[in-house]
């Protein structure tokens, strides 16, 4: 039985080039989506401190403080709150539909992630439909928006229910053809495309290209058609009416309070990083570090460089973007002692400024530990997917600082007649130019 | 169907006969509203998302000023009208000190009317910075909220420094000034222009050509010309209209007959016309502190004004330019030392009626935004 | 007639196949009941939905992968996020309070079971001695279920069924131009 096992374990780890649920291996399958659910929750916590505190810099102020240093500890101190509040259901509201709602939200956003390629083959499994299964269960959150408002037995989150709804299903309309066209282009080196995630990824790697840069600037309109849907679809400012403070409806989740209104707040911001690894995934390069066809000259470093996988790229500039996970972990260290030595040298400050150092500590110590070659071989794919996600949640909080709100009406406008008819135009002009590939690169003058 | 424009406010209550769609909803923006900037009731008839019309319910921050007015001396009366128009305080002491002093025909002397004009368009200046931050924040964009109050502290630390207090100021007396310029006052005002000057700029960056801005602002709540006239309407919003009237130029008070300004029009009478109108102000009061500031002239800060006032038995009105509009003053003496009326023309109040007007046909998501262009304060309307 | 694609042998034989199918089809017929038992609309609704999950899970064991996506895209988001959308918006107090089923449910039993041995007779009296099921069913490997719809639809040789998509796809035009003409009050 021991021998089983051990076996079972390990015979995933022989195995090369297959996801754990490719190689149909449970344990390493549920090791992996472990993984996957803690690092999303740690994720999620992070952007809710991220938010607040970039949020705050953007208006001059400086955010929350207090909890913590610099306000670290604030995600817990509002976890602890949400979880202690009192759970109030209204008293007409239909409860079997009102405990279901947050549910069907939490399930969607977090199932697509079973398809999310870390690397090429750090991912839960790789469906060969991929991409369409991610598409099809983050639509299913629709569902649990429209449940959670129904609910409510009440007539403004009815009302805001529905115009969520509505705004998130003309916004799919336009990522679906902003993703068609990117699944386009993956069939233009092996004459077969395919929906995979993984095969997405290792079709830009093929081609040397990121395919935001493909075609240029068809490959970036369709991304940035992407990214515009991605934020509405999601609810995000600047396409947040629906639950805005300050308009009449007050949002589907009016009537929710502590830990189901955390669980509204989690599947979306679940929500937010999902979408976000679907750009990265189509058009970002997944996995691949910048420049993935430029190499360099082969460098040797002993016991340092080249990795021990035969297979991998010894260039320099690889050795370089090598460094880079452990490079940013030092820089962020770096940050937390620059923010030690700021500190007030107060003795009521002894202990924030002692935690403050020890995340500091924690931080180069990750970031060396990034330089070992067994460890940085395997983080770096993962390391390069979440620094380009983490570059969009950026974004997504940018926008939320800058941009006033579309009207309802607006922005259905926006979705229906200025992304629908670029979307197709533009399929319509990836297909021709696909297919002519060669007459384009005349054109373009050798370009791709 | 009858065609909404003609509905008059009166027929709020009586459904109309012919109006076949049962889909009208009469909904309530009750006093507590983040957007209605203060104790506002505002009652919708909407056709599904369209308003219909619209009648405000005021009256909630009543207090009774004009009441308390009869029964105070005319000096004792002067800091009750800071509570007005709380945000700009100093226009308010200075249109009630320049009513009386009409009354009693006293005439400030000019270094006293410098220093008000200083302090009266650095109130202006502060009143529409809160202006912008807040109708910002009711469209959805949050961050101007915080940068223009960040650099209106610099007007209230300036209000400090002077007398005391840095919102409802009682700066001025009856018959000029009661404190001197403080030392340093000049270098403080001269700092404050230069400081200001790049932020204005900052606002209109990150506002004026946004598109998002411009969809929500540009054809939202128009009103002609001849509607403001008709209403009453003043301030920017009659500019924006088209109307070139600021009372000002047109019957100038306070010496500012000695500095050289322009008055900013607009032409199509929109939410986004009121906006470039006020962000125009600001660059045009800049313009006069800078030319007050230069010239100052040396001399008493207070007129000759006995200290038991009598006013002769008459009555008088005169109104000035606030950062809202015209706020008049009209007070009725009967030769005692307390006013027999006053009676405040508040700008907000007037304008206003104008809301119903502006919001015939536009959708439910832009009363917000109407409200917030209008920029009442309801310190005003019900005083 | 399908075309039959050769395929390398499967690497990964599927886990718990009778565990799952059965652990599907009981949450199908669990739901279907549910759907036609429950007295509040959307109960119902949200039992459908359950069942359609339910199908696509069926579809992925029949080694269909897209269709099980397209089910759950079109089908459980499209769909029933209409469905919802109707039952909310009209009013069905009255209907929450009727009766689930009539006074003729005895003879909706007796149709039933007649229709159902009508079935079981017609299955295996038909195949006269052959497997229940024919084994000559197609079995695609991993990524090919999407190429071979594909090739139904595009490819020179084998496509057929362009034209009835096409017609299908004119007819939903038709349908989504009909409805907004008949929900606009002015155009």
């Known amino acids: ?448 | 169907m009858t065609d909404p424009n003609t509905l008059s406010p009166l027929d709020l209550e009586t459904p109309d006969k012919t109006f076949l769609d049962t889909n009208e909803l009469v909904i309530n923006m009750g006093p507590q509203h983040p957007a209605t900037h203060g104790v506002l009731r505002v009652i919708l008839r909407l056709d599904g998302e369209k308003v219909l019309g619209l009648e405000c319910v005021i009256g909630y921050l009543h207090r009774g000023v004009e009441k308390i007015g009869e029964n105070r001396t005319y000096t004792m009366f002067n800091p009750y009208v800071d509570r007005m128009d709380y945000v700009a305080a100093v226009s308010n002491g200075l249109g009630y000190c320049e009513t009386v002093e009409k009354l009693l025909s006293v005439e400030a002397p000019p270094r006293a009317q410098y220093i008000r004009v200083i302090l009266t368009e650095l109130n202006r200046m502060a009143s529409h910075q809160l202006w912008l931050g807040t109708h910002a924040l009711d469209i959805g964009a949050i961050t101007p909220l915080f940068y223009t109050f960040r650099d209106r502290e610099e007007i209230l630390k300036i209000f400090e420094k002077y007398c005391g207090a840095r919102l409802t100021t009682h700066a001025f007396r009856i018959g000029g000034l009661q404190y001197e310029a403080y030392d340093g006052f000049e270098k403080d005002v001269k700092n404050f222009v230069d400081f200001v000057k790049p932020k204005i700029d900052e606002y209109e960056e990150l506002l004026t050509t946004n598109r998002i801005w411009l969809e929500r602002t540009k054809g939202v709540g128009v009103i002609s010309g001849k509607d403001c006239v008709a209403l009453g309407v003043t301030g920017p919003v009659l500019r924006a209209s088209g109307v070139k009237w600021d009372i000002r130029k047109a019957l100038p008070y306070a010496n500012y007959k000695n500095f050289d300004f322009e008055i900013p029009v607009g032409q199509n009478g929109d939410t986004y016309d009121r906006y470039i109108v006020r962000m125009a102000e600001f660059r045009q009061s800049l313009r006069i502190i800078e030319q007050a500031v230069e010239g100052i002239p040396a001399g008493p800060i207070m007129a000759k004004v006995p200290k038991v006032m009598k006013p002769p038995v008459g009555e008088v009105y005169h109104s000035i330019e606030a950062p809202k509009g015209e706020l008049g003053y009209f007070i009725v003496s009967d030769g005692s030392t307390q006013p027999y009326r006053v009676r405040v023309r508040p700008p907000s109040f007037v304008n206003l009626q104008a809301l119903d007007v502006m919001c015939r046909g536009q959708l439910v998501a832009d009363v917000i935004a109407v409200i917030g262009t209008l920029d009442i304060v309801l310190g005003e309307v019900d005083r | ?187």
Not at chain 3, 12 to 30: C, D, E, G, K, S
Request: glycine share 10%; net charge neutral; hydrophobic share 55%.
């Open chain 1, 1 to 448: 039985m021991n021998e089983f096992l051990q076996q079972y374990v390990f015979s995933y780890l022989d195995t090369k080039g297959l996801t754990p649920g490719g190689a149909g291996n449970i344990f390493w399958a549920t090791v992996y989506i472990l993984l996957v659910f803690g690092g999303l929750s740690v994720a999620v916590i992070a952007m809710n401190w991220l938010e607040r505190k970039i949020l705050a810099h953007m208006q001059v102020r400086l955010g929350p403080m207090r909890v913590g240093p610099h306000g670290l500890l604030q995600p817990i101190a509002d976890a602890i709150k949400l979880l202690l509040k009192e759970d109030i259901i209204p008293a007409e509201a239909d409860k079997i539909i009102f405990w279901i709602a947050p549910f069907i939200v939490v399930l969607a956003a977090f199932t697509v992630f079973v398809v999310v390629p870390f690397g090429p083959t750090h991912a839960i499994t790789d469906m060969n439909i991929g991409i369409l299964f991610m598409l099809g269960v983050s639509s299913l959150s629709v569902l649990g928006i429209v449940t959670a408002g129904w609910a409510s037995n009440s007539h403004y989150p009815l009302i805001g229910a529905l115009r969520s709804s509505a705004q998130m299903v003309s916004y799919e309309v336009a990522m679906g053809l902003a993703v068609v066209s990117a699944i386009m282009m993956t069939s233009l080196e092996t004459g077969t495309g395919t929906l995979s995630m993984i095969g997405i990824v290792q079709a830009q790697q093929a081609q040397g290209v990121w395919f935001v840069f493909k075609f240029f600037p068809l490959g970036l309109i369709a991304f940035g058609m992407f990214a515009i849907a991605m934020v509405a679809e999601t609810n995000r400012a600047p396409f947040d009416l629906p639950e805005a403070e300050s308009e009449l409806t007050a949002g589907f989740h009016t009537e929710y309070s502590g830990f189901r209104w955390s669980l509204f707040f989690l599947a979306e911001y679940s929500a937010m990083i999902a979408v976000s690894s679907i750009a990265v995934t189509l058009w970002l390069g997944g996995w691949l570090r910048p420049f993935p066809g430029v190499h360099g000259p082969s460098i040797a470093i002993p016991h340092i460089w080249p990795p021990a996988d035969p297979a991998a790229p010894t260039g320099a500039l690889d050795f370089v973007f090598a460094l880079c996970p452990g490079i940013s972990f030092l820089l962020l260290g770096a940050m937390c002692f620059y923010n030690v030595q700021r500190m007030p040298k107060h003795p009521l400050f002894k202990i924030q400024t002692m935690g403050l150092a020890g995340f500091g500590a924690v931080l180069g110590l990750i970031g060396l530990i990034m330089f070992l070659p067994p460890v940085r071989d395997r983080v770096e794919d993962i390391f390069w997917f979440s620094a380009k996600v983490a570059g969009f949640m950026y974004l997504y909080i940018w926008y939320r600082g800058t941009f006033p709100r579309y009207r309802f009406d607006q922005l259905m406008k926006v979705g229906w007649k200025v992304l629908l008819p670029t979307g197709l135009a533009l399929l319509i002009l990836t297909a021709i130019v696909g297919m002519h590939a060669d007459l384009w690169a005349q054109i373009t003058g050798g370009g791709q």
């Open chain 3, 1 to 187: 007639m399908n075309p039959v694609v050769t395929n390398p042998p499967i690497t990964n034989p599927p886990v718990a196949t009778p565990f799952f199918f059965y652990l599907l089809a009981a949450t199908m017929i669990i739901g279907g009941i549910l759907v036609i038992t429950r007295k509040n609309a959307i109960h119902s609704a949200m039992a459908l939905i359950t069942a359609l999950l339910a199908q696509a899970g069926l579809y992925l064991m029949l080694y269909a992968p897209f269709v099980a996506g397209v089910q759950i895209i079109l089908y459980a988001g499209g769909i029933m996020v209409l469905f919802l959308f109707v039952i909310m918006l009209i009013n069905l107090e009255r209907n929450m309070k009727e009766r689930q089923f009539n006074k003729q449910w005895l003879v909706g039993i007796v149709a039933a079971a007649a229709l159902g041995g009508l079935f079981i007779t017609v299955y295996t009296t038909a195949t006269r001695g052959k497997p229940l099921f024919p084994e000559g069913r197609v079995i695609y490997a991993d990524g090919q279920n999407t190429q071979a719809i594909a090739a139904l639809l595009f490819d020179r040789s084998t496509g057929q069924y362009m034209f009835a998509f096409e017609i299908a796809s004119l007819l939903l035009l038709v349908a989504i131009i009909g409805a907004v003409v008949m929900a606009k009050k002015r155009i």
